[in-house]
């Protein structure tokens, strides 16, 4: 027997000796597991098919990696180049975008860029599409040099092949070209393409060695056709250009000994007539538009990896060379349809108060046979599609409608002057308020219930008017329930898409039909994101303040 | 049962009739006189009426016929909140979401009293149910007895002369109920207002009231004080309905002034005295309470009828004896004998001779 006065000397034991929480905790664990088993699959599937999907589209409002990996020569080269000032890029920045572009051009990634940078600068999209087409003339010029005034062998594909392959073999650059077609594609590049650039020729010729790799990547795994058997890419032939304009290179090739190495000595024998290499003069020449300063500005600005580029537009803001920076006027909308859908919001919420207040205190009061009937009147809307109850309002608000018809009919309206009741806000506040009605009704009419009849007899029987007994004694009572109905009604309200859709017209549509058509038409979507981010942010930030303001354990939906 | 010999008659309830359904009566024919200043209890079993009695006192149910008059005036017509009475509800009836204060204060509010009278009337009102120090709570964080007390205070706190309490007490314990009833009683007195008080409880009854009405199917059985209602029942619903009480069937043998006798089912002839029979004949129900009834020989009267008893069942109950015999056939006949020291206990199966004085006997209706 222990005695009692012992176990309070240390930490409660168990009558085993071991510690009493540890006890405890012991024997609870079993229980809790057991009943996190109970809800794991539900916790599962809403964590793979809903939290996961959305948390990686709001990811999207931020991730910003498609210049930088579209364009990374380019992106590094920018680095110096002062994007504030009035002077275009130079000539190693021009001659990093020929051969990214040139790549992503073989990859059909350039208009992707395109579309994406236009978001921020518009007519960037049809200067990428264009550039990608000219690219290849930009080439030619120094092959059609190569083979016409130097030899014919520096068109023939097995020559290239022969004088590029090597051993021992660079890999370094083979890695380097797979990595790169790899971000660019999002292929995976791995396997035997049949070709290993040479250390000694690479050494000579650098630029040309890992344009050609990237081209043999490409061909073998792309296209699936044998290397030797291809012409190179004119990007080779422009960066072979580029390798012999280089300080040095024609002295290296005078004691190069590999394969070729007649052919380059003739090359270099020859080189005073090479046809200069400015990459920056070719790109003027493909479209004067790449002298824009604005346009560099605007890859330069959204080069970096993440951007708050789409949030900056979903607020009406842009970033300039200087930060961030309001949009013109005529092309500022957003702060204006939060604004809307907001403020509609608030009037749908409103005449939900307003209509199912009365209602839900007719469910509360009538006796429970009648009660019931309305309550299957109030519930009959959930029963019929949501599309049905939106389009009878069609029928019941436009011109040629129901409403219009009888006011005609009655002579209040003139027939050349029907009211205009749909397409715009009103059709959207109307059919909204009846469609969100019932979720106001509920969860008033449940606290409701829980007022007892004697507290307004009382206040009557103390001297208080009906009108005093209702304001002073039930109103305040039943302010929980239209806490809980209105913050239902308001957060349903704020992301309604299908009946502003329907009913909106131009002037009555929300935020959330615009983040569909970015998401279904204009393929923005990290601004889509961006808008869905802030509009989940407005939503929590309200139901914050609501909760300082009313507690949210004042709101009841029942009981 | 009429009562029309009440002067100075404060409230009149005139032939009053109400019918919820078209069909039944729910008050039939109700006629009920109140003085100023009395305590009026309205007791019955549930679905007697009473509380609808109330109710249409109050303003919440209009008389399907008749006329209820307040110091003179027919009030049928005036709304609830224009009568100026106050009002005590089952459940108290507190407003959650005020104070104890702004409880007290609303009625004041609402009369368009000024700030400084209002605080002084609320605080003399908690004073007088000695809750002075709880007018910052809310209804949710008192007991049911400190609620009681504030509705209480509520209902007084606009010098209402007439206030109405429908089962005040019902949701009290046993102790604090008792405690409550003398509070009550006590501060309607200091007041000298006018109450109307509902209950089933009949022992709050007898004990809070000047007089009790006892309400059957509707109808006032008897209205009177508490102790003519207990000792003198004027038929036997009352007989029965308040407190404990024997009954023996028989028929009428004779009546001779205010003495009669019974003989009852099994033969055996008992003396009663006649409430409501009237002649000899007729089927009679003879009501005795348990504690009337006498063993011990020495003090029975001479010349009575006795009764030959069977010992049942003895129990103690402390201040107490309550013992049930076997009595010309009935074997739930109870008698209770107070726990003196030479109090004899009864053992079961003992045979005893039981009788009483006449007059202690009522002989009701069947």
């Keep these: 027997m ?269 080189l005073d007539t090479m046809p200069p290499v400015d990459f920056k003069a070719a790109f003027a020449a493909i479209d004067q538009d790449w002298m824009s300063v604005e346009n560099w500005a605007a890859i330069k600005v959204y080069s970096s990896r993440y951007t708050s580029g789409y949030f900056l537009n979903a607020v009406d803001m842009q970033l300039g060379p200087d930060g961030p920076e309001a949009r013109p006027e005529n092309q500022q909308i957003y702060m204006m349809l939060f604004r809307r859908t907001l403020v509609m919001s608030l009037v749908i919420t409103f005449s939900c108060i307003a209509l199912g207040y009365p209602v839900a205190w007719l469910l509360a009061n009538l006796p429970a046979r009648r009660a019931n009937l309305l309550m299957i009147l109030v519930l009959l809307p959930f029963w019929t599609s949501l599309l049905v109850r939106t389009s009878a309002w069609k029928v019941m608000l436009q011109q040629q409608g129901v409403i219009n018809d009888v006011l005609v009919w009655l002579g209040i309206v003139a027939d050349d002057a029907r009211l205009v009741m749909i397409n715009n806000q009103f059709g959207t506040i109307v059919a909204m308020t009846h469609i969100l009605l019932p979720f106001m009704i509920l969860p008033l009419y449940s606290v409701m219930q829980t007022i007892p009849p004697s507290y307004l007899r009382a206040a009557k029987s103390l001297g208080a008017n009906n009108w005093t007994a209702f304001w002073r004694v039930y109103f305040p009572q039943s302010v929980p329930g239209i806490g809980a109905g209105s913050i239902l009604v308001f957060i349903l309200a704020i992301g309604y898409y299908i009946t502003p859709e329907l009913v909106g017209g131009t002037t009555g549509t929300f935020i959330s039909n615009r983040i569909a058509y970015h998401i279904s038409s204009s393929l923005n979507w990290g601004l889509a994101a961006a808008l869905g981010t802030i509009l989940l942010l407005v939503v929590l930030l309200l139901y914050w303040v609501y909760d300082r303001i009313v507690g949210i354990d004042n709101v009841k939906l029942g009981g | 049962m009429a009562d029309k010999n009440v002067d100075n008659a404060f409230v009149e309830f005139d032939r009053v009739q109400k019918s919820y359904d078209g069909e039944t009566l729910v008050v039939k024919d109700l006629n009920l006189t109140l003085p100023r200043g009395e305590f009026l209890t309205m007791l019955g079993p549930s679905g007697s009426g009473k509380t609808t009695c109330l109710m249409m006192l109050a303003g919440f149910e209009t008389a399907t016929y008749g006329d209820i008059r307040l110091g003179g005036v027919s009030i049928n017509n005036i709304p609830p909140h224009k009568r100026g009475i106050g009002m005590v509800f089952q459940n108290y009836a507190l ?200 063993y011990n020989k020495d003090r029975l009267q001479e010349g009575v009828h006795t009764l030959k008893a069977e010992v049942l069942e003895f129990i103690y109950m402390g201040d107490i004896f309550r013992t049930r015999l076997k009595v010309a056939g009935n074997d739930e006949f109870i008698i209770k004998t107070r726990n003196a020291p030479d109090q004899v206990r009864l053992q079961p199966g003992t045979q005893i001779e039981i009788g009483w004085l006449p007059e202690d006997c009522h002989a009701l209706d069947a």
Excluded: C
């Design chain 1, 2 to 270: 222990t005695d009692a006065t012992q176990e309070q000397t240390g930490p409660m034991v168990a009558a085993d000796g071991t510690p009493l929480k540890k006890s405890l905790a012991r024997s609870l664990r079993n229980q809790k597991m057991r009943a996190l088993a109970l809800i794991a699959p539900l916790l599962i599937f809403v964590l793979l098919t809903f939290l996961a999907p959305i948390f990686d589209m709001l990811f999207r409002s931020v991730e910003n990696q498609m210049v930088s990996d579209t364009l990374p020569e380019t992106v590094a080269a920018l680095d110096s180049w002062d994007a504030s000032g009035t002077e275009e890029p130079g000539e190693d920045v021009f001659r990093a975008l020929y051969f990214d572009l040139f790549l992503a051009a073989e990859a059909k990634e350039h208009t992707k860029l395109g579309t994406r940078l236009n978001y921020e600068q518009v007519g960037i999209s049809s200067l990428f599409r264009t550039s990608g087409r000219s690219l290849d003339d930009v080439g030619e010029v120094w092959q059609d040099w190569l083979e016409d005034d130097v030899d014919e062998i520096w068109g023939e594909g097995s020559f290239w092949y022969d004088m590029m392959s090597g051993e021992p073999a660079d890999e370094a650059v083979l890695d380097d070209a797979r990595d790169r077609m790899a971000t660019l594609t999002g292929d995976s590049m791995r396997g035997d393409i049949g070709f290993a650039p040479g250390e000694a020729i690479s050494a000579l010729l650098p630029r040309t060695a890992r344009e050609y790799a990237a081209f043999a990547v490409f061909t073998a795994i792309e296209d699936e056709d044998v290397v030797a058997e291809e012409d190179p890419w004119e990007a080779v032939y422009a960066a072979f250009a580029y390798d012999l304009s280089q300080p040095g290179t024609a002295d290296a090739i005078g004691s190069y000994t590999g394969t070729g190495a007649d052919q380059l000595q003739a090359v270099v024998a020859q």
């Design chain 2, 95 to 294: 407003f959650p979401h005020m104070t104890v204060a702004e409880n007290l204060s609303f009625p004041l509010e609402v009369r368009k009293m000024g700030k400084s009278e209002r605080e002084q009337k609320v605080k003399r009102a908690l004073d007088m149910v000695q809750m002075g120090a709880f007018g910052g709570r809310r209804p949710a964080q008192l007991s049911g007895g400190q609620q009681q007390r504030i509705a209480l205070a509520r209902a007084l706190v606009f010098e209402a002369e007439l206030v109405l309490m429908d089962e005040p007490l019902g949701a009290l314990d046993k102790q604090l109920r008792e405690h409550m009833q003398f509070e009550i009683k006590r501060i309607a007195d200091d007041l000298g207002i006018t109450v109307v008080y509902v209950t089933h409880d009949q022992t709050e009854a007898l004990t809070m009231s000047d007089r009790v009405a006892v309400f059957n199917d509707g109808r006032i059985q008897q209205l009177a004080p508490p102790d003519k209602l207990y000792e003198e029942p004027e038929n036997s619903f009352v007989a029965q309905f308040i407190g404990e009480n024997n009954t023996l069937e028989g028929v009428v043998q004779e009546i001779n002034g205010n003495r009669a006798t019974v003989q009852l089912d099994g033969g055996e002839v008992i003396d009663a005295k006649p409430v409501n029979v009237s002649k000899p004949g007729e089927r009679t129900r003879v009501s005795i309470r348990p504690e009337r009834v006498e």
